[in-house]
Each structure stands twice: as C-alpha cells, then as structure tokens.
T-cell receptor, first 116, second 114 residues
C-alpha cells in the first residue's frame, strides 16, 4: 500500500496482559514516530526512530513500554502488563527524514487499545 | 507541562461563519504544522510554516506564524460542514535532543452545522 498501515485496528485486552502493536511505514521513509491519543485530544509523543541512530525514547511513559524498528522499516510497540490507563489510540507516523523538523508526517489510521 | 496551548478546545458554528483557532507557547519553534483529523483516521497535514510572520493561504484557510515563532493561528472563512473535524497544531523545536520531534497542542474540535 502507499500509506502507513497499522495492525490491529482494534485491540481489547485484559489488565495485566502484554500487547504488541505493529506499524508498516511508507517505503523509503527513514523516520518513524509513535504517538498516543486520548479521545478527541492532542497527540502525546512516545518514541522516534531516525535511520540508524539511537531512538529518542523520551516520551515513553513507563518501562512497561518499549518499541523496536527492524531493518529500518517495520516497527512494533510493546506494552507489558497493560493497565486501564493505557487505553487510547496509538498512532504511528513516518516521514522522509530529510528535514525532520519540517517534514510532513504521514499517519496511519491508528490502533484503538482497550484495557478491561 | 503543555508546551503548546491550543484554543478554543471546542467550536460549534453555523455554515458561513468565520472562525479562528489559536496556538500559543512560551517556547520558540523552528517550524509549526497544522493537521486535520477525521474520526477513525490519522491526522493529515494542512500546512507547515517556518518563517516568523509568515502567512499561508489554502483556499478558505489562512495560517499565520507569529513574528517571534511562538504562536500561530488558523482562520477559516465561510466555514462549511466539510470543515468539521479535529484541528491540531504541532511545533518542532530547533535543534538539540528535540530535533525532529513534534509537540502537539490539545486540539480543537470544530463542528460546522448546515
């Protein structure tokens, strides 16, 4: 596909379970971002990958959250021991990475996570 | 700490009215972007402004970046029901460890009634 894809689109889990969210960025984009969005609110930055550089993890809310980006392409966001406050829409975005502070970020449709 | 204060949070108007959404900060940004998001979808970029005092127009939408690059506004003329959505401003800090990372405002939910 031409755009950013995310899977699953919806995930319902029980408190204490681990979840994995997947992001397939646009081919050739070197920058990849994860955000969290509560209902009707702005986006909370979680983590940023740029090429082969060490990721910027400064937005991860706790050590239960981690993310990987394999081969400079697909990324997985993992939440361990989920809590009810983790319920939100998790958005992934990618950009060309040529001028990170000005590049357009292309967003996926998000994964809606519900923790019961 | 919210670096970008966006207002108003909610806006409900009639078709044909004009409106302005504001995005304010005490921090300087190297660039500022405005996105629009519809339910069930990710945000889509409307415009990027990079120069203090810059004004960009996109049909009925006018975007302005403050002279000091700390604030921005989005003005919509003669709003239409198709303008309904969540509008988000996002600023990129200049350099350092924040390079490439966008800070988003809380968003403005706009509803335009026919």
């Amino acid at each position: 596909g031409a755009g950013v894809s995310q899977s699953p689109s919806n995930k319902v889990t029980e408190k204490g379970k681990d979840v994995e969210l997947r992001c397939d960025p646009i081919s050739g984009h070197t920058a990849l971002y994860w955000y969290r969005q509560s209902l009707g609110q702005g986006l909370e930055f979680l983590i940023y990958f740029q090429g082969n550089s060490a990721p910027d993890k400064s937005g991860l809310p706790s050590d239960r959250f981690s993310a990987e980006r394999t081969g400079g392409s697909v990324s997985t966001l993992t939440i361990q021991r989920t809590q009810q406050e983790d319920s939100a829409v998790y958005l992934c975005a990618s950009s060309r990475g040529s001028y990170p502070s000005r590049d357009e970020q292309f967003f996926g449709p998000g994964t809606r996570l519900t923790v019961l | 700490t919210q670096l970008l204060e966006q207002s108003p949070q909610f806006l409900s108007i009639q078709e044909g009215e004009n409106l302005t959404v504001y995005c304010n900060s005490s921090s300087v940004f190297s660039s500022l972007q405005w996105y629009r998001q519809e339910p069930g979808e990710g945000p889509v970029l409307l415009v990027t402004v990079v120069t203090g005092g810059e004004v960009k127009k996109l049909k009925r939408l006018t975007f302005q970046f403050g002279d000091a690059r700390k604030d921005s506004s989005l003005h919509i003329t003669a709003a239409q029901p198709g303008d309904t959505g969540l509008y988000l401003c996002a600023g990129a800090r200049a350099g350092g460890t924040s390079y490439g990372k966008l800070t988003f405002g809380q968003g403005t939910i706009l509803t335009v009634h026919p």
